[in-house]
């Protein structure tokens, strides 16, 4: 079985420019969740969908959107990118959606310059 | 507010020695989970365990068992006879079972297994 596979794996960016990450879900899984991981503010989570529906929003500015797919893949949107945007960008996966243990990618790891 | 403390930023602990990190947590909900994921500098996030507030016995997976403590609201991970293999970051987590579907992460202890 197919782990959580996420896309690009590593990629810069300019200041300014937008970003698009992508994530395939374990076959099965309907709820998909995003976290962004810095050293200075640790893991923090930004969105978490189930059926194509957003379902709870962390505290991320406007500039951070994300959408699901009717085959439950995902994606994350960052548009004007700024230096504080450099970091790893964890997708997680889970069956049952509000319990149950979830499964990350191996994370896609944005720097801005 | 949810909130997670893990107050060991690093530990060294020489191989085969069981190690114990520590966890405590806050929240006013009546049912939660209690996460523990392991990442290796690779990146990869990695479930280890996970006790669920009304799960009467710790939870216990292998060489990792969570001693959960729910009056001292204290969910402390257990690893008997480490690995040199174990050195990595670990990461307590928790959620609220209810209504909200994000994890609430501690700081994490940078876990290094001595030869």
């Known amino acids: 079985k197919a782990g959580v596979t996420q896309t690009p794996r590593y990629l810069i960016k300019t200041r300014g420019q937008q970003v698009t990450l992508s994530c395939s879900p374990i076959s099965g899984h309907r709820s998909v969740s995003w976290y962004q991981q810095t050293p200075g503010q640790g893991l923090q989570f930004l969105f978490e969908y189930f059926s194509e529906t957003q379902r709870n929003k962390g505290n991320f500015p406007g500039r951070f959107s994300g959408r699901q797919f009717s085959n439950s893949r995902s994606e994350m949107n960052v548009s004007t990118l700024e230096l504080g945007d450099s970091a790893l960008y964890l997708c997680?996966?889970?069956?049952?959606?509000?319990?149950?243990?979830?499964?990350f990618g191996e994370g896609s790891r944005l720097t801005v310059l | 507010a949810q909130k997670i403390t893990q107050t060991q930023p690093g530990m060294f602990v020489q191989e085969k020695e069981a190690v114990t990190l520590d966890c405590t947590y806050d929240?006013?909900?009546?049912?939660?989970?209690l996460f523990w994921y392991k990442q290796p500098s690779s990146g990869e996030m990695i479930f280890l365990i996970y006790?669920?507030?009304?799960d009467q016995q710790n939870a216990t997976e292998g060489r990792y068992s969570l001693n959960f403590q729910k009056a001292r609201k204290s969910a402390n991970l257990v690893i008997s006879a480490s690995q040199l293999g174990d050195s990595a970051m670990y990461f307590c987590?928790?959620?609220?079972?209810?209504?909200?579907?994000?994890?609430?992460w501690g700081a994490g202890t940078k876990l290094i297994i001595k030869p």
């Open positions: 006790q669920g507030s009304y």
């Open positions: 997680a996966s889970s069956a049952q959606g509000s319990t149950g243990e979830l499964f």
């Open positions: 929240t006013s909900d009546p049912s939660y989970g």
């Open positions: 987590a928790m959620r609220d079972l209810d209504s909200n579907y994000q994890l609430i």
